[in-house]
Structure formats: structure tokens, C-alpha cells
């Protein structure tokens, strides 16, 4: 294991050792199936425990009970920016959005090219969405209310979520899903590309409740529809097999050997509070976001010019720490420390900005 390097990508990103090793150990013979997970059928004993586990578990975690459904679905977060208005907002109906940077613009964009009523009631545009807008309220007599809960390029994320008064929110959680725990009960869909917090890219987890899950219209593609996926447990055509064991396998590491979201939150907490510590206390470094809405999943910062933060990025990676360049959109610099990068990665990280400063501020 000495030439993995600390991985700080934003997605796909880092994925627990001991879920690789897993991975690694049972690959060419899944439970004496004499062939890897790859290899067996959707339909067969072999997947249905693994998908039931991984089902059971996304409950267990969230608190939920058989209200919600648990879907894994293929076409990643961006093609829930269609799915969920497409099946739950009805013509003549409208939804509130909140847009906190490039995804949740996104969502907002696709909601509108399908003609829907949208109606963005905060942004946090004026500063290039480095924070979270504070009293967000909702309109009279939305259907539901989208937010992004944390901003994987803008390095923002809400600490509270808002207040909606019973009107259900829809949370794209693609990038800290399962960093805390939170009270699911105010959500009435949440959705995550698994390839950030969850497992490898093409699989995407939706939760949806029942009472949404009954909007679907009849008259949108098969394919598009919740309903299918739920009537067949995720199972209506082939799914993205091998993207759902490793999603099990994370989940069964997080409460298994993590001990579960408490620990996981204390955990992002000590990593988030050592490494924006460090930064606040720089005069060479800068952190982006404003204090109050800052990521713990993804540290957005700034050097004191480009060409020291080509640099930076540069020498890092010849030291073995890598991911750390900016979104190409912001540009800067970014260290995505999700669940499975731990206090020894960004401890590292701390230690060789320090040298960095050193030879260059
Ligand atoms: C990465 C990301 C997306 C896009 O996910 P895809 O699975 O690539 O479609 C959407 N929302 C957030 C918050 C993300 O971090």
C-alpha cells in the first residue's frame, strides 16, 4: 500500500483502504459464487443480498422507516435536475430553489428548460456564492423546496438547514452525504451522485417519500420515472452492479468500523477545524468561504498569486498529495476531504503548506 498517494480529489475521490481491500479479496469469487460480483447475475441471491443490505443500511442510517424508498438509479445527480421536477412538480405548480453555486444553478437551469414555474427564492450569487444565504423562507403554496447542501466547487455548506414550515425539501447531497447525521423527516426527496462520499462513479442513491413518490405522471418515459424504479426495487432494467456493492461496502465501513454519523461528523470536524485553523491563521494562505458557511467536505483556498498556486498544486503532487487544484471554473486551490480521507492526509497536507509558506511567502 506505500505507493497510494493522499488523495484530496473532489470526485471521484478517496474510497476507504479497508472497503479497496475488500474489494481486492472477494473479486474473483464473490461468496462462493466462483465469480466476481461483476460476473453474476442482477437477478441472482448473490446481488439481492447485496442490494438489500445496502437498502437496509441507507435506512438505518437516515432513520427513516417504509415511507421512503431507497433507489439506486444510473444518469448521476445532473439527471436528477430533470427526474425531480419532471415527477414532482406538476404543470401549474411551482417549486422553490435555492441557488448556492454552479450545481444548484444547474438544477434550476434544467427545471426551467422542462417549462416548470421555478422560483429562486435565495442566492448567494452577488458574492460568487461563497456563502450560504441566511432566512431563507418559502413561497405560499410550493410543492417542495430545492437546496444544495453542500457546494462542492463554491466549498460552501449549510450548518442548519432552513426552516420550511412542513413544505418538504429536496436536497442534492452528492457531496456530504452521510458526513452528519441530520433529521431526514424534513426531506421529502434526497439525492447524491455516489462518486464523491458513497462509492465509485454511476450509481446515484435517490430517497424519496411516499406521498412524492405518488406524483410521478403517467405520461413521461419509463425509464424517467420514479414509480418503475420503485415498483422493481431499483431492478426494472440492469443496475450498475458493482457501483452498488462498493456503495454497501462503504456504508457497512462507516457504521461498522467508523461506529456510525456521530462519530463520523466529530471526525470531519477535527479534520475541517485543523486545516481552516491553519488557514485562518496564515497570512499567505486564504480560505474562501465565509466563516458560517464553510464546507468540511470541500476546503476551497487561495495563495497569494496564480503562479504560486500552479506551483503549490505542482510540488504537491510530486510529494504525494494530490487533487488539490481548484475547480476549473473558480480556479485556486481545493482540498476535498470527505469520509474516507482521514486526520493523517490532512495532517500532512497542514504540514507541507507550512514548509510551502516557508520557501515561498
Ligand atoms: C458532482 C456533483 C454533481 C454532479 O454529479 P454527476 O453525478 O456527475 O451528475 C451534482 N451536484 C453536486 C453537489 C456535486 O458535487
Redesign the pocket.
Known amino acids: 500500500m506505500d505507493n497510494r498517494i493522499r488523495n484530496f480529489n473532489?470526485?471521484p475521490a478517496a474510497l476507504p483502504l479497508p472497503v479497496l481491500a475488500e474489494i481486492q479479496a472477494h473479486l474473483l469469487n464473490f461468496k462462493g459464487s466462483g465469480m466476481s460480483i461483476m460476473e453474476v447475475s442482477h437477478r441472482s441471491k448473490w446481488f439481492d443480498e447485496v442490494i438489500e443490505d445496502a437498502v437496509a443500511r441507507v435506512k438505518t442510517l437516515l432513520k427513516v422507516g417504509d415511507d421512503y424508498h431507497v433507489l439506486f438509479l444510473q444518469?448521476?445527480?445532473?439527471?436528477?435536475?430533470a427526474m425531480i421536477p419532471m415527477n414532482i412538480l406538476a404543470a401549474g405548480d411551482h417549486a422553490d430553489y435555492v441557488n448556492t453555486?454552479?450545481?444548484s444553478t444547474?438544477?434550476i437551469k434544467e427545471a426551467q428548460l422542462l417549462g416548470k414555474d421555478v422560483r429562486v427564492v435565495a442566492s448567494s450569487e452577488d458574492r460568487n456564492f461563497c456563502y450560504i444565504p441566511a432566512g431563507i423562507a418559502p413561497t405560499p403554496g410550493a410543492t417542495y423546496m430545492h437546496i444544495?447542501?453542500?457546494?462542492?466547487?463554491k466549498g460552501t455548506q449549510y450548518e442548519k438547514f432552513p426552516e420550511t414550515g412542513g413544505l418538504p425539501l429536496v436536497a442534492?447531497?452528492?457531496?456530504d452525504i452521510f458526513s452528519r447525521p441530520f433529521d431526514a423527516s424534513k426531506f421529502g426527496l434526497i439525492y447524491?451522485?455516489?462518486?464523491?462520499n458513497l462509492g465509485p462513479?454511476g450509481v446515484?442513491l435517490v430517497v424519496i417519500r411516499e406521498d412524492l413518490l405518488k406524483r410521478t405522471p403517467k405520461d413521461i418515459p419509463t425509464m424517467l420515472k420514479y414509480s418503475t424504479h420503485a415498483e422493481k426495487n431499483s431492478m426494472y432494467n440492469t443496475p450498475p452492479c458493482f457501483s452498488i456493492y462498493v456503495v454497501d461496502l462503504v456504508l457497512t465501513w462507516l457504521m461498522d468500523s467508523v461506529g456510525g454519523l456521530d462519530e463520523m461528523e466529530r471526525r470531519n470536524k477535527e479534520k475541517g477545524d485543523l486545516l481552516y485553523g491553519f488557514l485562518d491563521a496564515s497570512g499567505f494562505y486564504r480560505a474562501t468561504a465565509d466563516l458560517g458557511s464553510r464546507s468540511l467536505m470541500n476546503v476551497t483556498f487561495r495563495l497569494p498569486s496564480e503562479d504560486l498556486e500552479k506551483k503549490f498544486v505542482d510540488e504537491a503532487g510530486k510529494a504525494g498529495l494530490g487533487g488539490l487544484k481548484g475547480h476549473r471554473s473558480v480556479g485556486g486551490c481545493r482540498a476535498s476531504i470527505y469520509n474516507a480521507t482521514d486526520l493523517a492526509a490532512v495532517t500532512e497536507l497542514v504540514d507541507f503548506m507550512k514548509d510551502f509558506e516557508k520557501n515561498n511567502g
Open positions: 473532489a470526485g444518469g448521476g445527480a445532473s439527471t436528477q435536475f453555486g454552479t450545481w444547474n438544477a444544495t447542501s453542500n457546494n462542492t466547487i442534492d447531497m452528492s457531496s447524491a451522485g455516489a462518486q464523491k462513479s446515484t
